[in-house]
């Protein structure tokens, strides 16, 4: 079975980091490309960012580019983000999702709350 | 980056009634685009990919159509369990984007 856990989510303050992380089975990890997706409370989704398979190449939005960073080790068969000066509107559920022709597997979600 | 547009906001349909939604790029995508429905509490799940592939389990009364900027999803005939909200997404070029949802309710 394909399956996708998202986890790190927590409680942090403004200006604060977080490091979430995507743990995949069931499908060969390092063939894909990964994104992860967000979800303010009450709004639309986000795409934030997405890295290629073998991992050289990363791509961001504009609201988290310079705040966040993508990474994959293919050998843990996970997927992260490491999260820095983090920011009232970074709220959200954050997914990770397997990119190919669309986002065709999505972990459950890790809720990110910035808040003092 | 490519703005999405999806309309209406709201669709409200009676059980049976055919409802289309709508998805404009704001620039070409070619047939790099997907949808998506989603439920309160739930993640997102594909329904069709390239504009007009339906993802594996996805009942027949979705299709999608389209191409270039302008894009259709069709819900031949509404079942109750099709109330959610419906996302538009391109992969054509970085950074990928969603549209802002369709949501359909039963009337």
């Known amino acids: 079975e394909v399956v996708l856990l998202d986890s790190g989510g927590d409680l942090v303050q403004p200006g604060g980091s977080l490091r979430l992380s995507c743990l995949a089975s069931?499908?060969?990890?390092?063939?894909?490309?990964m994104s992860w997706v967000r979800q303010a409370p009450g709004k639309g989704l986000e795409w934030v960012s997405g890295?290629?398979?073998?991992?050289?190449?990363?791509y961001y939005a504009d609201s988290v580019k310079g705040r966040f960073t993508i990474s994959r080790d293919n050998s843990k068969n996970t997927m992260y983000v490491q999260m820095n000066s983090l920011r009232a509107e970074d709220t959200a559920m954050y997914y990770c999702?397997?990119?190919?022709?669309?986002?065709?597997?999505w972990g459950q979600g890790t809720m990110v709350t910035v808040s003092s | 980056e490519i703005v999405l547009t999806q309309s209406p906001v709201t669709l409200s349909l009676s059980p049976g009634e055919r409802g289309t939604l709508s998805c404009r790029a704001s620039?070409?995508?070619?047939?790099?685009l997907a949808w998506y429905q989603q439920k309160p509490g739930q993640a997102p799940r594909l329904l069709i990919f390239?504009?007009?592939n339906r993802a594996t389990g996805v009942p027949a009364r979705f299709s999608g159509s389209g191409s270039g900027t302008d894009f259709t999803l069709t819900i031949t005939s509404l079942e109750p369990e099709d109330c959610a909200v419906y996302y538009c997404?391109?992969?054509?070029?970085?950074?990928?984007?969603f549209g802002g949802g369709t949501k359909v309710e039963i009337k």
């Open positions: 620039q070409s995508v070619k047939s790099h």
């Open positions: 069931g499908f060969n990890f390092d063939n894909h490309v």
């Open positions: 390239d504009a007009s």
């Open positions: 999702a397997r990119s190919g022709d669309a986002f065709d597997v």
């Open positions: 997404q391109q992969r054509a070029t970085w950074p990928l984007t």
């Open positions: 890295i290629t398979g073998p991992g050289t190449d990363t």
